[in-house]
């Protein structure tokens, strides 16, 4: 289900936010359109963090450290990352609007990244909003085989770190589905929803400031 907003109404992060917590999120039709659309999906895509699976040769590539993987150094370039073309994707649905309304949110520190670099340029990462104890993922990118499943990894790692309940990928691809993404009807989308909006996830459990082995981000999924 979608609806669409005038181009001219203004969407502030507070109403981003409440949006969340009632299960809609925005899309644009594309990055020329200036309108957004909210979409409340009848089949939503999550990944149950109690069951997150990490095939055998990612978790040799991730345990390499061939990656260097950071948090919310640089939202920007993930977000044009996130943009460009790809195999599958041919058009981006970030937009101006989309673009201006995260980057309050990392600013005011509800939007984070995962950023997974080699040799120093960025090759792959992916954002998202937390809200609670949700992470609802946005968007994924790599330029590098393997960069966009590091920063996945990466991610729940952190998310289980900080004790959240709830992963919502918005839908399932093939991609995801290697995870353990699941589609659940809306009812139950909404009563996992409801529970992972009460307290708070930590995104900083582990270290922001400094890199995390892989090693370390392998344990900590395997203990969890």
């Excluded at 502030?12 to 039709?29: D, N, Q, R, S």
């Excluded at 919310?72 to 041919?90: E, H, I, K, W």
């Excluded at 946005?138 to 959240?164: N, P």
Aim: charged share 25%.
């Amino acid at each position: 289900m979608a609806s669409r907003e005038s181009a001219l109404v203004d969407i502030t992060p507070e109403v981003l936010l409440k949006a969340y917590a009632c299960g809609i999120f925005p899309m644009a039709e594309s990055a020329e359109d200036p309108a957004l659309y909210w979409i409340e999906p009848e089949r939503r895509g999550i990944i149950p963090l109690d069951r997150f699976h990490v095939p055998s040769r990612l978790a040799r590539t991730v345990r390499s450290d061939r990656f260097t993987v950071a948090v919310n150094r640089n939202f920007d370039a993930v977000l044009d990352g996130c943009s460009q073309p790809m195999p599958g994707r041919t058009r981006t649905w970030i937009n101006a609007r989309i673009r201006n309304l995260y980057r309050k949110l990392y600013d005011r520190g509800d939007c984070h990244t995962v950023e997974v670099y080699q040799d120093g340029e960025l090759v792959g990462g992916l954002y998202g909003v937390s809200l609670g104890r949700a992470f609802f993922g946005e968007s994924m990118f790599h330029r590098t085989r393997d960069a966009s499943k590091v920063a996945l990894v990466h991610l729940v790692a952190r998310l289980k770190a900080g004790h959240y309940r709830l992963l919502d990928t918005q839908f399932v691809t093939e991609h995801l589905r290697m995870f353990g993404a699941v589609e659940v009807s809306r009812p139950a989308y909404h009563k996992l929803l409801d529970a992972a909006l009460v307290g708070d996830g930590d995104f900083g459990a582990l270290a922001v400031d400094s890199p995390v082995s892989g090693s370390t981000i392998l344990t900590l999924l395997e203990a969890a």
